[in-house]
């Protein structure tokens, strides 16, 4: 059965569509890769056009995307939800349910800073060099989960 992965940040217009763009670039079309956001301000908006630039200088197209808000439905509807720093992986496990739910969240950058806790910057209100660092991190991190991903 295919995977679905589900990446979390705050407004879903920086870091997670970046990641959700670099995760389903690595993986084939049998798993389903989306992102939200914790806080619902920029629902139905396209990434911010800085994402949209960095992941186009990489060759990945996230024109696509529409952000949303995270719903407590999505801890039934993944299998992995990763988040971009500790704020949103309180907020998220704010609404789990259970410990299910909780177990599938998990911050991205443990996969190449485990236990370390390392939140992935928010790069609104810096220039587009500050996407592009993140663009890297991110990259870092999602060819860890696609190669577990792709193990299993």
């Known amino acids: 059965m295919a995977k679905k992965i589900l990446m979390v940040?705050?407004?879903?217009?920086?870091?997670?569509?970046?990641?959700?763009?670099?995760?389903?670039?690595?993986?084939?079309?049998k798993f389903t890769v989306d992102s939200a956001g914790?806080?619902?301000?920029?629902?139905?908006?396209?990434?911010?056009?800085?994402?949209?630039?960095?992941?186009?200088?990489?060759?990945?197209?996230?024109?696509?995307?529409?952000?949303?808000?995270?719903?407590?439905?999505?801890?039934?509807?993944?299998?992995?939800?990763?988040?971009?720093?500790?704020?949103?992986?309180?907020?998220?496990?704010?609404?789990?349910?259970?410990e299910n739910h909780k177990n599938k969240v998990q911050l991205i950058l443990e996969e190449i800073f485990p236990g370390e806790r390392v939140d992935v910057p928010d790069p609104y209100y810096g220039g587009q060099d500050g996407f592009e660092k993140v663009y890297d991190m991110l990259d870092e991190a999602c060819n860890s989960i696609a190669t577990k991903l792709q193990k299993n």
């Open 9 to 29: 940040c705050l407004g879903n217009i920086c870091r997670s569509p970046l990641a959700e763009g670099i995760l389903r670039s690595k993986l084939s079309e």
């Open 38 to 98: 914790t806080g619902g301000w920029h629902a139905g908006e396209q990434p911010d056009k800085r994402s949209i630039q960095t992941a186009r200088n990489r060759g990945i197209d996230i024109t696509y995307q529409k952000a949303r808000k995270f719903k407590k439905t999505d801890f039934e509807n993944f299998d992995y939800i990763y988040v971009m720093d500790n704020q949103n992986y309180k907020d998220v496990l704010s609404q789990a349910e259970s």
